[in-house]
C-alpha cells in the first residue's frame, strides 16, 4: 500500500457489551463485560489480529443520570466499568502492536496526574499510548469532585486547552538522550538536559518537572472528540486524531474540510490530523442477515430506557409531557454536549420523527453513522466517504461485543483490503507509526537545568 499513513485507519471503540443500548441483553454479550478482563483481552486480540489502529475506550468519572428505573435497565451508563488507563495498562501486556487511547477530562483532573499516567503507559506498551482529551458533558461528575454545578461549555474548554499546554509541557521535561544511567561515572542522568516547565496560569499553577522521561513517541498521541465550535477550535490547535459524530456524508465532508482548515491556519500541515468519524455497523453476509442483526437488538429496547436516553442527549425539555407518538417539541440548548444535541435534533426535523421513533433511531448509534448491509456495501460506503476527504478512516463502534467486532474483522477487513484501502501487516511498532504522523520534536517550554528545580 506504499506509505504507512497512506490507507484507511481504524480505530476499535470498545464499550464492553457493545455501542447498542439494549447490547447487554443480547444472548452472547457477557452481562458483567464491564468488570470481564478476560472478555477485554478477547475483544484486543480480535482487534489486533484485525490490523486495526489502535483500541478506544471512553470514560465517565460518575454514572450517567439519577433515574434509577432506566439506570437499572441498561449498562451503558457508566455503572460498572473498569477505569480505562488501568484496563489499558492490562490490555498492553497481552497485545504487541494496537494502539491504546483512552478519554480522561480536563475538567475533573489535574494536568500533572495525566501527564505521568499516559507517559507511563506510553512506556508500557512500547509507545502506543493516546490520551483522548474531553471536557465532561456528564454534568453528574461535578457532585463527585465537591461542586454544586458543572462548569459552563466554555470555561471547560478555557481550562482543557491551558490543561493541554501544560501536560505538553511536562511531556517535555526531559530530552530524548537525557537519561544516561552511567555506573563507571556515576551520572544517572545529564542535569543540562532537564526542563523544568513553572508553568503560572489562568487555571493551573505546575513547576514540574515529570518523573518520567520522554517517552517512546516523545509524546502520546492527543485525540479530541468535541465537534461544537470551541471544540473544532482545540481540535484544530492540539488534536492529532479528531473523532466526530457525523451522520451525513455531507456533514462529515463539511467537518472535515472545516477542522483541517481552522488547522491549517495555525501552520499546521493535514498530515497532522486523522479526522475519524464513528460508524455503528450491523454486518452480516446477506443483506437479510445484517437486518436481522439489528432488529433483534431494537426489539430489546426497554421503552423507560429510550426515553430517559433522548431525555438525557436533549436536556432542558421533558419528553415524558409530551405524546411519545407526537413530534419532537422545541429543544433548548444547555451546557452539555451542544454538538451531539444539534445532530439529533437535525436528524428528527429532517426524518420528520415522532419521540418514540426518535428514540428507537437514537438509542443504537446515538447520532453517529450506522450501516446495516453486507460487507460490500458497508465498504462501498466507508470507501465512498473516505474518497470524498469525508474520513481519514472511522472509529468502529460494535453494537454488541464480541459478535460485532468479529463479524467486522472476519467480514469487513477482508473487503477493504481487497480494494487496497486497509494495511496487510503493521509496518510499525508505534500508534504514531500507525498512523502516519510525525514524533514531535523536543520543546525546552522553561528554564533548564539543576537550579531551575530548586526554584
Known amino acids: ?30 452481562a458483567d463485560a464491564g468488570v470481564n478482563f478476560a472478555h477485554f483481552a478477547e475483544l484486543a486480540r480480535t482487534a489486533e489480529r484485525g490490523l486495526f489502529d489502535f483500541l478506544f475506550l471512553a470514560d ?92 459552563a461549555h466554555g470555561e471547560r474548554y478555557e481550562r482543557a486547552r491551558e490543561f493541554a499546554g501544560v501536560v505538553k509541557g511536562l511531556w517535555d521535561s526531559w ?22 516547565l513553572h508553568h503560572q496560569g489562568e487555571e493551573f499553577s505546575v513547576r514540574g518537572p515529570l518523573n518520567v522521561p520522554r517517552t517512546p513517541q516523545g509524546h502520546p498521541v492527543l485525540v479530541q472528540s468535541g465537534s461544537s465550535d470551541v471544540g473544532r477550535e482545540l481540535a484544530a490547535e492540539i488534536g492529532e486524531v479528531v473523532f466526530t459524530a457525523q451522520p451525513t456524508l455531507a456533514g462529515a465532508k463539511a467537518f472535515s474540510a472545516d477542522v ?97 421513533q426518535l428514540y428507537l433511531d437514537i438509542a443504537g448509534s446515538r447520532g453517529h453513522w450506522q450501516l446495516v448491509g453486507t460487507p460490500e456495501r458497508i465498504a462501498d460506503e466507508m470507501e465512498a466517504w473516505f474518497r470524498a476527504g469525508a474520513a481519514d478512516g472511522f472509529n468502529v463502534m460494535a453494537p454488541y461485543l464480541p459478535g460485532g467486532l468479529d463479524a467486522f474483522v472476519a467480514l469487513v477487513i ?19 507509526e500507525h498512523l502516519g504522523l510525525r514524533r514531535p520534536e523536543h520543546v525546552s517550554r522553561r528554564a533548564s537545568g539543576p537550579s531551575a528545580v530548586a526554584g
Open 60 to 151: 465517565s468519572a460518575a454514572v450517567r443520570g439519577t433515574d434509577l428505573p432506566a439506570l437499572s435497565r441498561t449498562a451503558i451508563r457508566y455503572v460498572a466499568q473498569f477505569e480505562p488507563l488501568t484496563l489499558l495498562s492490562a490490555l498492553a501486556v497481552v497485545t504487541e502492536r494496537i494502539g491504546l487511547v483512552a478519554s480522561a477530562t480536563s475538567t475533573y483532573n489535574e494536568p500533572y496526574h495525566l501527564a505521568r499516567k499516559f507517559a507511563s503507559l506510553d512506556f508500557i506498551s512500547g509507545g502506543r499510548a493516546g490520551w483522548n482529551l474531553v471536557t465532561s458533558s456528564n454534568g453528574d461528575e461535578a457532585h463527585n469532585f465537591g461542586l454544586d454545578a458543572h462548569p
Open 260 to 356: 483541517k482548515a481552522r488547522a491549517a491556519k495555525r501552520g499546521r500541515s493535514p498530515e497532522d490530523m486523522k479526522v475519524m468519524p464513528g460508524i455503528f455497523p450491523f454486518v452480516g453476509r446477506t443483506q437479510a442477515e445484517a437486518e436481522a442483526r439489528y432488529e433483534q437488538l431494537q426489539s430489546l429496547i426497554d421503552p423507560v430506557v429510550g426515553l430517559s436516553l433522548l431525555n438525557g442527549l436533549l436536556p432542558g425539555v421533558d419528553l415524558a409531557a409530551h405524546p411519545l407518538d407526537g413530534p419532537l417539541p422545541e429543544v433548548p440548548q444547555v451546557h452539555g454536549s451542544w454538538s451531539r444535541q444539534n445532530l439529533i435534533v437535525e436528524e428528527a426535523r429532517r426524518k420528520q420523527l415522532t419521540i418514540r
Open 414 to 432: 477482508p473487503e477493504l483490503q481487497r480494494r487496497g484501502l486497509f494495511r496487510t501487516r503493521y509496518e510499525g511498532r508505534t500508534l504514531r
Open 175 to 196: 530530552e530524548d538522550d537525557a537519561f544516561l544511567r552511567d555506573k563507571d561515572r556515576g551520572l544517572y542522568f545529564d542535569p543540562e538536559k532537564l526542563h523544568v
Open 1 to 30: 500500500m506504499g506509505r504507512a499513513d497512506a490507507g484507511m485507519k481504524l480505530a476499535a471503540f470498545l464499550y464492553p457489551t457493545g455501542y447498542h443500548v439494549a447490547a447487554w441483553r443480547h444472548p452472547d454479550v457477557p
